[in-house]
Each structure stands twice: as structure tokens, then as C-alpha cells.
């Protein structure tokens, strides 16, 4: 490993405190070393708040250390004025001469400019550093503005014997199938995105939070499949405690408060309308835990970028049969007595 990927790793590392907390912003980590000796740090935390440019700049004690250092950053420094100044201004402003970049923004407001003002500025630029693993770690970010759409990630539980649910339940609630750490993993997945979207029959049979009750984070904004308007106005995603949008045919004649409805055309294809109406919304990913018939839709139609899937220690033996997804899974893991299973779509 070169100098430059040992800093740029480093960048990667602090990058992910970000996860789940910079959203519609990337993760980005800075460090600036002087003299092969690491004299600032910084990550970018939360939307509005101050890049990890800026970050790492402030925490340098001796500001004079930064006229011969090297500045390294897991995603380019933004060149445009949005809820906070350039970052390329402040590099400029404080003469570091040297700048390490893992990978280009693809967001069209930066797309090379910042590169370009920091050449023209008479700085040496350094791109592609690690550049896959810098894009590994934006890949919400990337899908969003290369793909036009949100990253998907399916996820699902299923019983040794390939059932998600039984036939029959005695009450309105849900049947579990994993463990508890299982499911305390699954709070921690929900918090990491942006969104999280289920069918009309998960709600009416398990009346679910869609929250993230079980671990410390944000919740993610909740998306709901309502084709004829058929869950109860008492169910609790209709709570008024998260955002909550509602595809269905036809729209309420009254309206709750934070609850938005978006009508589709179910005749038409549902995955495609549903990733392009949360692009619209600035959605940059969402977890599917919706059952079959919602999960089997975005993997039929070929939507979707990630699938997690529990193979729990219990047998159902007459059910709800799992989806079916065809393809070689990249890795398997056990937690506690369950198996997860983790694929990726390749096309």
C-alpha cells in the first residue's frame, strides 16, 4: 500500500461516521498530513453542517503547518455555494499546495469543477486514489446521480423450509422467524438509509413502526404500497412521528399532516414509478421489507442493488412462499443460529 492509499483509507474510515446522518450529502472523510505526520482530521456529519474539508482545516492548531502540507479527501471538494461555502475556496484560501482525491463527485454541480479550480488555482491535484473503494462507499450516492434512482436493498427473512410468513396468524402482528440480534441488525440497516418501504398486506398483518426502536439513529422516512386506500387511519405508520409516503391509485380527499400521497398507475410497471417518484422526493436509497408479492416486483423487473436475506432456525411447513431471486451470493454469515446471505445485481 503507497502513502497516498494508507491517507486515503484513512479518509474511507472516517467517512463512514457519516453513515446515515449526511443524507442528501455524501460521506466524505479529510486528513492533512505535514511531513508525514497527521496534523488534522474531519468528516462531514450531518447536512448544513461543515464539510470534512473544513473540518480537518479547523482542527489544525498551527494553521502555518498548512502552507506545506498535503490535503488528502475521499470525494472531491465541492466548487458551488449550497447550505455552506466551497470547500475548494477554503484549500485555496489557506495555500495548501497539495490535494488528494479518491474519486470525482458525479453530482453535475461539481463533476470536475472542483478539481479544475484547484489546478488553475496552482495546486497539484492528485485523482483516483482507491478510487473503487471511494465509490463503494458513496454507492448511494453514486446510484442517485448516475442512475437517476435510489440505491435498493432488498432484505428479507425466511424459515429453513423457504417460507416468509404462515398461512394463518392469530394476531395482528409480527411472526419472527430470526433471532434477536438478527433483528436488532435490521434496526441498525434501517437507520444506515434513507427510506424504508413495505406493501399494503405487511401493514395490515403486522401494523409494523418501521422504526428503529431498537438502536440509535435516524429513522428512515417510510414508504407504504396502499393501491385502493385499504390501511386503517389508526395504523401505525399513519403516526405522524416520521415522514410517510403513501403510492396508491387514487388520493384521500383529506390529508394528514407529514404524510404524502403519490399516485401510480399498478396497471403499469410498479418498481419503475416507485424509484423514480423517490428521486423526485431526493431519496437516495431505501431498504425493501415488504412481503412476496412487493419484493418478488423489484426483482422481477431487475430494480434493486442489493438483497440481505435470514435464513432463520425455525421450520413454518405450510406458508407464504419467500421470493425467488436467482443469483450467486458474494458472502454468507452466521449471526448467532441464523444464516445471512448477502448478493448483489451485477447488471
Known amino acids: 500500500m503507497s502513502i497516498q492509499e494508507k491517507y486515503i483509507k484513512?479518509?474511507?474510515e472516517l467517512a463512514k461516521n457519516g453513515l446515515g446522518t449526511t443524507?442528501?450529502?455524501?460521506?466524505?472523510?479529510?486528513?492533512?498530513?505535514?511531513?508525514?505526520?497527521?496534523?488534522?482530521?474531519?468528516?462531514?456529519?450531518?447536512?448544513?453542517?461543515p464539510h470534512a474539508e473544513v473540518n480537518a482545516i479547523n482542527s489544525v492548531k498551527d494553521k502555518s503547518l498548512l502552507k506545506k502540507s498535503?490535503?488528502?479527501?475521499?470525494?472531491?471538494?465541492?466548487?458551488?455555494?449550497?447550505?455552506?461555502?466551497?470547500?475548494c475556496d477554503l484549500i485555496i484560501k489557506n495555500e495548501i499546495p497539495n490535494v488528494v482525491i479518491g474519486t470525482v463527485d458525479p453530482n453535475e454541480k461539481v463533476a470536475g469543477n472542483g478539481i479544475k479550480k484547484l489546478i488553475e488555482a496552482g495546486?497539484?491535484?492528485?485523482?483516483?486514489?482507491?478510487?473503487?473503494?471511494?465509490?463503494?462507499?458513496?454507492?448511494?450516492?453514486?446510484?442517485?446521480?448516475?442512475?437517476?434512482?435510489?440505491?435498493?436493498?432488498?432484505?428479507?427473512?425466511?424459515?429453513?423450509?423457504?417460507?416468509?410468513?404462515?398461512?394463518?396468524?392469530?394476531?395482528?402482528?409480527?411472526?419472527?422467524?430470526?433471532?434477536?440480534?438478527?433483528?436488532?441488525?435490521?434496526?441498525?440497516?434501517r437507520s444506515e438509509e434513507q427510506a424504508i418501504l413495505v406493501g399494503t398486506q405487511t401493514v395490515i398483518d403486522d401494523n409494523p413502526k418501521l422504526d428503529v426502536r431498537d438502536w440509535t439513529g435516524n429513522n428512515p422516512i417510510r414508504v407504504v404500497l396502499d393501491q385502493n386506500n385499504r390501511i386503517s387511519n389508526d395504523s401505525q405508520i399513519f403516526d405522524n412521528h416520521i415522514k410517510t409516503i403513501v403510492f396508491s391509485r387514487l388520493k384521500p380527499t383529506?390529508?394528514?399532516?407529514?404524510?404524502?400521497?403519490?399516485?401510480?398507475?399498478?396497471?403499469?410497471?410498479?418498481?419503475?414509478?416507485?424509484?423514480?417518484?423517490?428521486?423526485?422526493?431526493?431519496?437516495?436509497?431505501?431498504?425493501?421489507?415488504?412481503?412476496?408479492?412487493?419484493?418478488?416486483?423489484?426483482?422481477?423487473?431487475?430494480?434493486?442493488?442489493?438483497?440481505?436475506?435470514?435464513?432463520g432456525n425455525i421450520q413454518i411447513s405450510e406458508g407464504i412462499k419467500a421470493p425467488i431471486l436467482i443469483t450467486k451470493p458474494f458472502e454468507k454469515l452466521s449471526i448467532g443460529d441464523d444464516e445471512l446471505i448477502l448478493s448483489r445485481n451485477n447488471d
Not at 498535503?70 to 470547500?87: A, R
Not at 407529514?258 to 431519496?283: G, P, R
Open 254 to 311: 383529506v390529508e394528514k399532516e407529514n404524510i404524502i400521497f403519490e399516485v401510480i398507475d399498478f396497471k403499469q410497471n410498479i418498481a419503475i414509478q416507485i424509484a423514480e417518484k423517490l428521486y423526485k422526493h431526493q431519496i437516495q436509497s431505501v431498504i425493501i421489507e415488504g412481503g412476496r408479492q412487493t419484493l418478488q416486483t423489484f426483482i422481477d423487473s431487475i430494480l434493486w442493488d442489493e438483497a440481505r436475506i435470514f435464513i
Open 70 to 87: 498535503t490535503i488528502y479527501v475521499s470525494l472531491e471538494p465541492c466548487s458551488h455555494f449550497g447550505k455552506t461555502p466551497p470547500c
Open 123 to 189: 495546486i497539484q491535484v492528485t485523482v483516483g486514489i482507491l478510487e473503487t473503494e471511494c465509490n463503494e462507499l458513496n454507492k448511494r450516492f453514486f446510484t442517485f446521480h448516475e442512475k437517476k434512482r435510489p440505491y435498493i436493498i432488498l432484505k428479507w427473512a425466511e424459515s429453513k423450509d423457504g417460507f416468509i410468513a404462515p398461512l394463518e396468524k392469530l394476531k395482528k402482528k409480527p411472526v419472527w422467524i430470526t433471532n434477536r440480534y438478527s433483528r436488532q441488525l435490521v434496526h441498525k440497516w
Open 10 to 12: 484513512r479518509c474511507i
Open 23 to 49: 443524507y442528501p450529502n455524501p460521506m466524505v472523510g479529510s486528513v492533512i498530513v505535514c511531513e508525514n505526520k497527521i496534523i488534522g482530521e474531519g468528516w462531514h456529519k450531518k447536512s448544513g453542517e
